[in-house]
């Protein structure tokens, strides 16, 4: 019933919408895949600039600050490379430019496998819906991925056309499958730790929250620790 993900893909793309999610979403399965000898290459949409609740700190350098955040994380995962799109934080929009940027990424760095967020994911119980620019992002993904990027016609200019084989989605309210994450959850606890804007909670927090979500999906799927996605298989 529970699938356990025991593959490694060789080049993964992971697609998210703020410096923070990536790691907070898969930072176990990135880790574990770049240790596994993959190539993992993240791109951030938004720049993370209204991530805050203090109205004097100046988006500019919130932004700023999160991108030093963010390549700490990305050097403790051990991913090959990542880039920050820079568009505005909470306003991503599901256009032409947004798909256009990700058909263009998916066509360089050519993915067997994407991850992303589970767009369809909007109400988490009572207490937290997903945010719009979570949705944005992973339809925006999902559009680029099939049939943008692997047919010619699309953004031509982008170069060769490209179809990664399969999507895996977090933050998702229906996972399907399960990585194993027990030999990296202390990175990604530490990778999550690195996000220090985002977390106001005292030292250790961020990590303890990591570890008991990790734990809940690994009961789930038999391990100690896991992440869950949903798994979309798209061919190529
Ligand atoms: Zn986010």
């Not at 798909?99 to 998916?106: M, P, S």
């Not at 490209?162 to 933050?171: E, I, N």
């Not at 730790?193 to 030292?203: I, K, N, P």
Request: charged share 25%; hydrophobic share 40%.
């Amino acid at each position: 019933m529970s699938e356990l993900v025991s593959e490694v893909p060789s080049v993964v793309l992971a697609v998210y919408a703020h410096p923070d999610d990536a790691d907070v979403g898969a930072g176990g399965t990135l880790a574990r895949w770049a240790k596994a000898g993959a190539e993992v290459h993240l791109v951030v949409c938004t720049d993370g600039g209204r991530g805050t609740a203090d109205a004097r700190t100046e988006p500019a350098e919130l932004a700023r600050r999160r991108r030093g955040e963010l390549a700490e994380a990305a050097a403790l995962v051990g991913l090959t490379s990542h880039e920050v799109l820079g568009m505005t934080d909470g306003e991503l929009t599901d256009g032409p430019e947004l798909r256009g940027a990700l058909v263009a990424r998916i066509r360089r760095t050519r993915p067997d496998v994407v991850l992303g967020h589970d767009p369809t994911a909007v109400f988490f119980g009572q207490d937290y819906f997903n945010h719009r620019d979570h949705r944005t992002a992973g339809w925006a993904l999902l559009d680029a991925l099939a049939p943008a990027a692997a047919l010619p016609h699309y953004f031509p200019e982008a170069g060769p056309p490209h179809q990664a084989a399969a999507a895996y989605l977090s933050g998702t309210l229906e996972p399907d499958v399960w990585v194993d994450v027990s030999d990296t959850i202390a990175v990604k606890a530490a990778a999550v730790e690195c996000h220090r804007s985002q977390f106001q909670g005292s030292d250790g927090w961020a990590g303890e929250a990591v570890h008991l979500r990790a734990e809940e999906e690994g009961r789930r799927a038999g391990v100690p620790f896991a992440e869950g996605f949903r798994r979309l298989r798209l061919g190529g």
